[in-house]
T-cell receptor
Framework: DTAVSQTPKYLVTQMGNDKSIKCEQNLGHDTMYWYKQDSKKFLKIMFSYNNKELIINETVPNRFSPKSPDKAHLNLHINSLELGDSAVYFC??????????FGPGTRLLVL | SQKIEQNSEALNIQEGKTATLTCNYT??????LQWYRQDPGRGPVFLLLIRENEKEKRKERLKVTFDTTLKQSLFHITASQPADSATYLC???????????FGTGTRLKVLA
């Protein structure tokens, strides 16, 4: 059973397009996250939701909009994609103050 | 600025030796610190968590220490194997608000 899954795994698109990444967890966790890992492999938190409520919103351009329809799902929509958005985006989940379980990542390439 | 630094970007050691990775942080007083392993093309996988009142934590060949005075955690892999080759990340939640900060990572390569 996959604990944290993301779709798609790869995403290649043109500048200016709008795209979405989906994440689902079957661990029953209350908290979900989006991270961005850049070309230097630095992992940085973008957003966090707890029980469908946004609790962390880092200094991310407002072109990025997360949405949590329920506790098990957290999606990321990106408007007007830019070259600098190219990265690997990881979804993760956890219970309070416990370890995070990461998804396999979505490799986004903006051309 | 607030950040976490890991000793070196890359570390090569011979099989059978003990690998020691360092995680240093500034301006934080975390209640706990975590270590993750990341293989190429995959998401990080949790290894160990150590709390501020714990000096040492062990799991099989892994050992983590946590010195809140030095603001440092050490991660040891004893009897290292080529399969241990990966990038290792430390992470902490400075204020207990789920806002995790990850270290820069150390890419470990165990040579056969």
């Amino acid at each position: 059973d996959t604990a944290v899954s993301q779709t798609p795994k790869y995403l290649v698109t043109q500048m200016g397009n709008d795209k979405s990444i989906k994440c689902e967890q079957n661990l029953g966790h209350d908290t979900m996250y989006w991270y961005k890992q850049d070309s230097k492999k630095f992992l940085k938190i973008m957003f966090s939701y707890n029980n469908k409520e946004l609790i962390i919103n880092e200094t991310v351009p407002n072109r990025f909009s997360p949405k949590s329809p329920d506790k098990a799902h957290l999606n990321l929509h990106i408007n007007s994609l830019e070259l600098g958005d190219s990265a690997v985006y990881f979804c993760a989940s956890s219970n309070r103050w416990e370890t995070q379980y990461f998804g396999p990542g979505t490799r986004l390439l903006v051309l | 600025s607030q950040k976490i630094e890991q000793n070196s970007e890359a570390l090569n050691i011979q099989e059978g030796k003990t690998a020691t990775l360092t995680c240093n942080y500034t301006n934080y007083s975390p209640a706990y610190l975590q270590w993750y392993r990341q293989d190429p093309g995959r998401g990080p996988v949790f290894l160990l968590l150590i709390r501020e009142n714990e000096k040492e934590k062990r799991k099989e060949r892994l050992k983590v220490t946590f010195d809140t005075t030095l603001k440092q955690s050490l991660f040891h892999i004893t009897a290292s194997q080529p399969a241990d080759s990966a990038t290792y990340l430390c992470a902490l939640d400075p204020s207990g608000t789920y806002k995790y900060i990850f270290g820069t990572g150390t890419r470990l390569k165990v040579l056969a």
